[in-house]
Structures are given as C-alpha cells and as structure tokens.
C-alpha cells in the first residue's frame, strides 16, 4: 500500500519510542521497545543514541538500564523529536525541487503546501502528553 505522506523510519522510530516513553513513565529498554513496536532493535538503538545527543532523552547502563525521557512528556514536542533526527524542518515549494516550475505555476502547490503547514502545526503544536490524554479518553 502506498503512502501520500512518507516520513523517514528513524523519525516513525522516535516518534513511537518516545510515545513509549510517556506513557510509561519509567525506562525502558531498547531490546523492550523494539519488541513492543516489533521493529529493528539495531535501528531503535540508533534512534535513540541520537536522541540522547540532543538532549530528549537520558541513557542508562547495566541491570535495569533503559530510556527514560529527559524532560516531562508536556515539555517535548513532536517537532524536537523530528528535529533532532531530520534537521530543521523546512517547506518544499516543489516535489522536483525545481528552482522554476516548468508550467508556470505549480498545479499542487496549495494542497501541497496546505499538508505541510497543518502538519508543522501539528508537529510545533503537540506535545508527548497528548499520548497520556488519548488513552484517558478511551
């Protein structure tokens, strides 16, 4: 099945093991993580070590030794977490990348262009304790 929105497997990796996270509240590790969200326990790892370089989450060694978030779930947003693995989120004024579209105007600029600021909005706007209030809500 083909997907309109792609977003790269180490951020969909960030996003749910740090959704893991919150939720929990306590550490985890990876090996744990990985299999709750049956993916790569190797590319989880990466994922992670890269979150601890930019500070979201916090590394435990030995028996016991995990994740745990660095900051309280209300206090990261989903744009962080996107940040520290992609780089600065930046709007693309075209799929090709072309400097001048070749009709003049392109004809998905605005659907195009409207995706991304609702999903930078999104991304900006909603913290890791969204996951907390959608379970109390079910």
Same mark, same amino acid.
């Given at each position: 099945?083909?997907?309109?929105?792609?977003?790269?497997?180490?951020?969909?990796? +960030?996003?749910? %093991?740090?959704?893991? *996270? !919150? @939720?929990?509240? /306590?550490? $985890?590790?990876?090996?744990?993580?990985?299999?709750? =969200?049956?993916?790569?326990?190797?590319?989880?790892?990466?994922?992670?070590?890269?979150?601890?370089?930019?500070?979201?989450?916090?590394?435990?060694? +030995?028996?016991? %030794?995990?994740?745990? *978030? !660095? @900051?309280?779930? /209300?206090? $990261?947003?989903?744009?962080?977490?996107?940040?520290? =693995?992609?780089?600065?989120?930046?709007?693309?004024?075209?799929?090709?990348?072309?400097?001048?579209?070749?009709?003049?105007?392109?004809?998905?600029?605005?659907?195009?262009?409207?995706?991304?600021?609702?999903?930078?909005?999104?991304?900006?706007?909603?913290?890791?304790?969204?996951?907390?209030?959608?379970?109390?809500?079910?």
């Amino acid at each position: 099945m083909s997907h309109l929105l792609r977003l790269s497997e180490a951020v969909s990796l +960030g996003f749910h %093991g740090m959704a893991l *996270l !919150a @939720r929990g509240g /306590e550490r $985890i590790s990876v090996k744990d993580m990985a299999k709750i =969200l049956e993916v790569s326990e190797a590319h989880l790892a990466k994922v992670f070590q890269q979150l601890v370089k930019k500070g979201l989450v916090i590394s435990h060694r +030995g028996p016991g %030794g995990g994740f745990e *978030l !660095a @900051r309280k779930p /209300e206090e $990261i947003r989903f744009l962080e977490i996107y940040e520290a =693995l992609e780089g600065p989120l930046e709007a693309r004024a075209c799929l090709l990348n072309c400097a001048e579209c070749p009709f003049g105007t392109c004809f998905l600029g605005e659907p195009l262009r409207s995706m991304e600021v609702q999903l930078a909005s999104f991304l900006r706007e909603t913290t890791l304790d969204v996951i907390g209030k959608k379970e109390r809500e079910s």
